[in-house]
């Protein structure tokens, strides 16, 4: 690891009330922006943050709250002065509690049961959460029109790869799946159309809950005690 990026690590970690096995150091890799970090307490995570100040202290106001109504999710782990974060150099770091588990089979009917179960008490801890308005404008996004931007950027790459006169493998694979993924695109704006209307914003604001958007794979860990 480059010696000043391990110094700005070490700095990091000194803010925390923990000591640091420091071979575990001599593993990072500066490209990521996630660590997992030996201690005397076991295993923590240590992440970089590419998002500002303010959605920070929602994203751990929120993780609390969710923890505090029984949802199973890795604690964020306070600094010796009680703070959930760590700004260095313009940037900003945080420490959470590592989970030992491992990645889902998304092939498995039982596992996306659990998954979906996950999902809803999600949903089910979050009812009730209080929200500033300063905490609403800094979470809020068009994730509709995302979708749609991308839907559309799909179309077109179809169109170009399709123009090109000597399509390598590559073209030849993408052009092959891509109408599938077109038909399963447009089904999914459907169902966004059909069923996230007005009504149902203003029935999650009444209700005080939280929407889970951006899902990714990599954001689903099953813990050894199954949950």
């Known amino acids: 690891m480059d010696a000043f990026f391990n110094d700005l690590v070490k700095k990091v970690i000194a803010n925390y009330p923990l000591e640091?096995?420091?071979?575990?150091?001599?593993?990072?890799?500066?490209?990521?922006?996630?660590?997992?970090?030996?201690?005397?307490?076991?295993?923590?995570?240590?992440?970089?943050?590419?998002?500002?100040?303010?959605?920070?202290?929602f994203m751990i106001y929120a993780i609390d709250y969710l923890r505090d109504n029984g949802l199973f999710t890795p604690?964020?782990?306070?600094?010796?002065?009680?703070?959930?974060?760590?700004?260095?150099?313009?940037?900003?770091?945080?420490?959470?509690?590592?989970v030992n588990g491992r990645r889902p089979n998304f092939e498995s009917e039982e596992e996306l049961i659990l998954l979906t179960n996950g999902i809803a008490s999600f949903h089910k801890a979050s009812i009730g959460i209080e929200l500033t308005n300063e905490q609403v404008l800094s979470i809020q996004s068009n994730w509709k029109n995302d979708l749609q931007t991308k839907f559309l950027k799909l179309k077109n790459w179809k169109e170009e790869r399709a123009k090109i006169n000597h399509q390598n493998e590559?073209?030849?694979?993408?052009?092959?799946?891509?109408?599938?993924?077109?038909?399963?695109?447009?089904?999914?704006?459907?169902?966004?159309?059909?069923?996230?209307?007005?009504?149902?914003?203003?029935?999650?604001?009444?209700?005080?809950?939280?929407?889970?958007?951006?899902?990714?794979?990599?954001d689903f860990t099953i813990g050894e005690d199954g949950n």
Request: charge should be negative; charged fraction near 35%; include cysteine.
């Open 170 to 218: 590559i073209d030849k694979l993408f052009l092959k799946n891509i109408n599938s993924l077109l038909m399963q695109c447009e089904k999914a704006l459907a169902l966004i159309d059909k069923y996230y209307t007005a009504e149902v914003v203003e029935e999650t604001a009444k209700t005080k809950t939280l929407c889970y958007q951006n899902l990714d794979a990599n």
């Open 20 to 57: 640091v096995k420091h071979k575990s150091l001599e593993y990072i890799d500066e490209k990521k922006a996630e660590w997992p970090i030996d201690t005397n307490f076991g295993e923590v995570l240590l992440k970089k943050l590419l998002i500002d100040e303010r959605y920070i202290e």
């Open 75 to 98: 604690e964020v782990l306070t600094t010796k002065l009680g703070d959930g974060f760590v700004k260095m150099k313009d940037e900003y770091f945080m420490l959470f509690e590592a």
